[in-house]
């Protein structure tokens, strides 16, 4: 794990984090688009081919997972490991629906109603990776959501689900489960082809691949957000060094190009972390690559500089001291509090969505969520009276703009507004 400092050389380091633009999916666009174009034009039989080439599955492999599969992955699943699927399930739903937005209605007017409504999209596609883990909590986080917005078509693909993500697609009482991966699956969610109806939004994290085709298709079918490399930040000046090792270790085996960063003003803590960090990554293969090539301690010289670095960096995961510490945070996609809050924890079964904002997403928007499925409808009503009271205010501002067919289309109604002509 290298040691910056916020001085000196250690600056250009930084600079890198602040700015981390150049995401693994940039350099597979070329190639991601020739995939889309594939299935958009040839369909099924476009992906078949690519799903046999890319994801190697047979052609002759249906392309569907039957439910009686995805049945028996349920029934075959020990029950130990059955009640931590309900469990995780029943705090992601029960923590999704105190997200969804109520519908209201306020007047504004006599006479005049206003208000809002939040409907469901009538269809999501739901992308579980499948790579080096089996990822049975992706498709909990992408699906349980969509289920509390109320969407009626809720499509699972995966190129080579495990038992378990099967048996938890059962669990959610999901029918639509195809057996795809990588651009190509994204192509088939986004155009359609004869087997797989288009949807209308795309969901869930994915490798470089699944990400560049997310960001190809977003013109034509709305996505959640461009994934790239799990990102740990612990931002601490009383931490335990033991917890924060563990924390920075735990997210960076999740890929190699994972970010694993501790941030304090503390040089004897910078010193206990990374001496943890070295001895916990060791037998971790893909955990010590990620340390190694993107592992960082940095040292600042004051915490007021470690938090405003902090918010900079807008990391997908932040562990921070004590609930006091909120008062500070700007940007972090889901934050947790004190030694006792592993980021693991919130992985699986805290309730709140793992999938994450990166590469500084975090600046402009949260994690995956129930309002990721819904649209915010607005409604208006007005009564004679109502235009009575608000016309002509809207007739001066139309003709203030121009819009002379504006202030006629009030008038219209036959309402008398006499002096709003100035």
């Given amino acids: 794990m290298k040691l910056v400092r916020t001085s000196g050389r250690g600056q250009q380091a930084i600079a890198a984090l602040t700015d981390r633009r150049c995401a693994p999916h940039e350099r597979v666009l070329p190639q991601a688009r020739r ?11 476009a992906l078949l081919r690519l799903r046999a080439k890319l994801d ?12 009686v599969e995805l049945q028996r992955a349920w029934e075959s699943t020990p029950e130990p490991l059955r009640q931590a699927l309900k469990t995780a399930a029943r705090n992601i739903r029960a923590f999704a629906v105190r997200q969804r937005p109520k519908n209201f209605d306020l007047k504004p007017a006599l006479g005049v109603t206003a208000g809002q409504r939040a409907i469901p999209l009538a269809s999501a596609g739901c992308y579980v990776p499948s790579g080096r883990y089996p990822l049975p909590s992706t498709l909990l986080m992408t699906v349980i959501p969509a289920q509390v917005a109320g969407v009626e078509r809720i499509v699972v693909v995966s190129p080579h689900p495990a ?18 991966g990588g651009a190509h699956a994204i192509a088939a969610l986004a155009y359609g082809t004869p087997s797989i109806a288009p949807v209308d939004k795309i969901v869930g994290p994915g490798n470089a691949w699944v990400t560049a085709a997310k960001k190809l298709v977003a013109f034509d079918c709305a996505i959640d957000m461009l994934a790239g490399p799990t990102e740990a930040v612990v931002t601490s000046e009383t931490g335990d060094p033991a917890s924060i090792a563990a924390d920075l270790v735990a997210q960076a085996e999740h890929d190699p190009d994972a970010l694993a960063i501790v941030i304090t003003s503390q040089h004897l803590l910078v010193k206990s972390v990374t001496a943890e960090v070295t001895k916990r990554a060791r ?18 010289r004051s915490p007021e500089e470690a938090h405003d670095l902090t918010n900079r960096i807008a990391p997908e995961h932040l562990t921070v001291d ?13 934050v947790f509090i004190g030694r006792w809050s592993a980021q693991p924890l919130g992985d699986y079964v805290s309730g709140p969505n793992h999938t994450l904002p990166t590469s500084g997403l975090a600046r402009t928007r949260g994690g995956l969520s129930v309002l990721d499925f819904l649209k915010l409808v607005t409604i208006q009503e007005y009564s004679k009276e109502g235009v ?33 002509r100035d």
């Fill in 283 to 300: 037998g971790n293969k893909i955990a010590t690559a990620a340390i190694t090539n993107h592992g960082l301690a940095i040292l600042t």
């Fill in 163 to 180: 038992k378990e993500t099967m048996a938890a697609a059962y669990l959610l009482d999901i029918t639509e489960f195809y057996r795809a």
């Fill in 35 to 45: 995939i889309v174009d594939s299935v958009r034009r040839g369909g099924d039989a």
């Fill in 322 to 334: 004590s609930a006091a510490d909120l008062a500070w945070v700007r940007n972090a996609g889901s």
């Fill in 388 to 420: 009575q009271q608000l016309g002509p205010t809207a007739i001066r501002l139309a003709n203030a703009e121009g819009l002379t067919a504006h202030a006629e289309a009030i008038r219209a109604r036959g309402i008398d507004v006499g002096g709003a």
């Fill in 56 to 67: 190697n599955i047979s052609s002759q492999s249906p392309l569907r997972i039957p439910e």
